[in-house]
C-alpha cells in the first residue's frame, strides 16, 4: 500500500489526503468496498495527476482482494499508463491475471516485472509458480532457484519450489525444501502439510502421519491436512479414524467437496452403499464437475439395485467430460442387470473401442454372453480379458464357470487353480472348484474346498447345499441333513433344501421321512419336478405303486421329456403287472434318452416276457 500526502481541496473543502487517509482505515479494517470508495473520490478530487497513478493502483488492489479481477486490472493498466515503470502494479495485474486462470498473459506480465527488476525474488517466485499452473516444471524450477538465491530465508520459495518437485516425482528433493523451510519457520503448517503429501507419496506413512499431525496442531483450521490424513487412514484400514478426519475437515469447511467424496470412498469401502450414495451426492452439489464422484456414486447405486440412478450417472459424465471406456463399462454393467442385453453389448463394444488395452468390458461382456447360454462366445471375452490382464483372477474364474457349463471339468479345474493362486480368498473359485470336481466325482476334494469358502465366508448357503452334495456321495447322509437344515435354518423356504434333505433320507432308506420333506418341498413349489420325482421313487420303494405313478405324472406334465422318470415309472407299472404300460414307458425313455440313454434293458425284457406269458394263457 501507498502512505501518500497531497494536499488538494475539492469544491467541498476537503483534501485528496483525506479521502486517502479514509480508504488506509477502510483498508486496516479489510473494509476493501470502503477502499474503492474513497480512493474513486480521490482519483475524481485529484487535479494534479502527481500520484494518480498510486491511487488506480490502490484502488485495483482493493479489487483484487474481493475477487474482482477484471476490474482490478483495468485498474493496474491505467496506473500503468502514467507510471510505466512501476513493477509493483506489473506484479499485482500478473497475479490477477494468474487468478483469472489466464497463464501466459500472465507469464508475460512477470517477465516485464523481472525485465524492470531482475533483482526482484517475487516476480521469479510467481513467474515460477505460474510456470508450474503451465506444467512447465523445468521452467518452474528455474525461477523459483533464482527466487531462492535472491531471498534465502522466504518460506514460500522452499514451499513452492518442493512442491513442483513433488509434482515431477522428486519426493526426497521436495521434502528436502520442506524441511528448509521449517527450520526457517518451525511453525509452518504449510510446510509440514506439503511434507505430509510427499512422505505419503512415497508410502512413509508414519512420517506423513507425523507432518500432518504438525500441521494440524499449529493451525487447527488447516482443513485439507486434516483430509489427507485421513486418506492414509484410510489406506491403512484405519477406516473410524479416517471418517473422523473427515467429519472435522467437514466441520471446518463444509462445502469442501473432496471430503464429502473420501469420505464416501470409505462408506463404500464399509459397504454401507447408501452412506457412500449421500456422500458423493454432496460432493456433487458443492462440486457440479466432479466427475469421479458421479462414477463412484454410479457404482454404490449398482450395489444397491438402484440400476437407472447408476445409468443416470453416467450419462451426466458423458455429458459433463470426454467419453471413456470405464464410464461406458459401469453404464453397461447397470444396463445388464436390467436385463438390456443389447443395450449393455453395445456399450461394452464401445468400451472395448475407447480403450483396447482395459480387460474390464471383456470380462463384463463374458459374463453377459455366459448368462444367455453363449458359453463358446463367453470364453473367447474371458481369453481377451486375461490376454490384457494376466493377473485377472475373476476372470479365471468365469472362464472356469463357462468350461463347467461345457463340461470341460478338467479345464475348469486349471482356471479355478489359477484364480485361486492369484486370489487365496475368493471364495467364489474356492466355491466353482468344489462343484466341478463333485462333476468329477472327487467327492473328497470337493468336501475340502466347500470348507474353504465356508471359512472364508460362513453365510455362503451355496457352499452348504453344495458340501451336501459331496456328503451324500461319500454316504455321509447325516452330515448331509445337517447342512440342509442349516440352510433352513436361515431360508426356511428353501424347496431345495427340503428335496435334498429327502434324497439323504432315501440313501439312508428312510423312505417315509422322504416323502414328508419332498412335501415340504411341494408346498413351498408347487412345479418342483425335483420334489415330484423323489417323492415318486420313495413311495415306490414303500410299495405305494399308485402314488408313485400318480406324482411321475405330476412331474412329467412339468417336464415331458425327462427319460429317466419314464423309466421309473415303467419299473411301478411292472410291480403293479400293468406290462404293456411299463413297455410304453421303457420305449419313450429310450426314445427320449437317444443312444447315450441306457436304460434297465432286463426290466424291459422282463415285462415283455411276462405280457407274452399273459397273452399265452389268455389264448
Known sequence: MFLLTVVCLNMFGQTVQQYIDSAIANGNANNYEG?????????????????????????????????????????????????PLDTIAYFERGKALVNLGKYEDAIYVFNRVIAINPDYPDGYFNRGVTYA???????????????????????????????????????????????????????????????????????????????????VAINPLEYKAFNNR???????????????????????????????????????????????????????????????????????????????????????????????????????????????????????ETAIKLDKKNADPWYNKGVLKGSLGLFDEALICFDEAIKLNPQYAAAYNYRGLAQTHLQHYNEAMA??????????KSADAYLNRGIA???????????????????????NMEAYGNRGVSENNTQKYHEAIADYNFILARYPNSDAAYNCIAFSYMHLKDFKQAVINCDKALKIN??????????????????????????????LMLDPNAALTYNYRGDSYLKLKNYKKAIEDYDMAIKIGGPTFVPDFKYREEAQRLLNNKNAVKH
Do not use: W
Open 35 to 83: 477502499v474503492i470508495k474513497y480512493t474513486t473520490k480521490a482519483i475524481e478530487a485529484d487535479t494534479t495527476n502527481n500520484k494518480l497513478y498510486a491511487y488506480y493502483y490502490y484502488r485495483g488492489y482493493a479489487k483484487s482482494l474481493l475477487a474482482h479481477y477484471n476490474e482490478a486490472i483495468e485498474d493496474y493498466d491505467r496506473a500503468l499508463r502514467l507510471n
Open 133 to 215: 499452473f503451465l506444467e512447465r516444471y523445468d521452467e518452474a524450477l528455474t525461477d523459483l532457484d533464482k527466487a531462492i538465491q535472491s531471498d534465502p530465508i522466504s518460506t514460500y520459495n522452499y514451499v513452492q519450489r518442493g512442491k513442483v518437485h513433488h509434482m515431477l516425482g522428486n519426493y526426497e528433493k521436495a521434502i528436502n525444501d520442506f524441511d528448509n523451510a521449517i527450520r526457517i519457520d518451525p511453525k509452518n503448517s504449510d510446510a509440514y502439510f506439503e511434507k505430509g503429501n510427499a512422505e505419503s507419496s512415497l508410502k512413509q506413512y508414519d512420517a506423513a502421519l507425523d507432518a500432518f499431525n504438525k500441521a
Open 230 to 348: 485421513a486418506q492414509i487412514r484410510s489406506d491403512l484400514k484405519q477406516y473410524a479414524e479416517a471418517i473422523a478426519d473427515l467429519n472435522k475437515t467437514i466441520e471446518i469447511n463444509p462445502k469442501y467437496a473432496l471430503a464429502y467424496f473420501n469420505r464416501g470412498v470409505i462408506e463404500y469401502a464399509l459397504k454401507n452403499y447408501q452412506g457412500a450414495v449421500n456422500d458423493y451426492k454432496k460432493a456433487i452439489y458443492y462440486d457440479p464437475q466432479f466427475i469421479a464422484a458421479y462414477i463412484n456414486r454410479s457404482l454404490a447405486c449398482i450395489d444397491l439395485n438402484q440400476f437407472e440412478n447408476a445409468i443416470a450417472d453416467c450419462n451426466d459424465v458423458l455429458k459433463l467430460g470426454p467419453k471413456t471406456s470405464e464410464v461406458f463399462n459401469i453404464k453397461a454393467l447397470a444396463e445388464f442387470n436390467l436385463k438390456r442385453n443389447t443395450d449393455a453389448l453395445a456399450d461394452y
Open 415 to 424: 482356471n479355478y487353480n489359477q484364480a485361486i493362486i492369484l486370489n487365496p
Open 437 to 459: 470336481r463333485n462333476y468329477l466325482k472327487q467327492y473328497n476334494d470337493a468336501f475340502n474346498d466347500f470348507n474353504i469358502v465356508i471359512s472364508l465366508d460362513p453365510n
Open 526 to 555: 408347487p412345479k418342483s419336478t425335483d420334489a415330484y420325482g423323489n417323492k415318486a421313487y420313495a413311495e415306490s420303494c414303500l410299495g405305494d405303486y399308485y402314488a408313485a405313478i400318480a406324482d411321475y405324472d405330476r412331474k
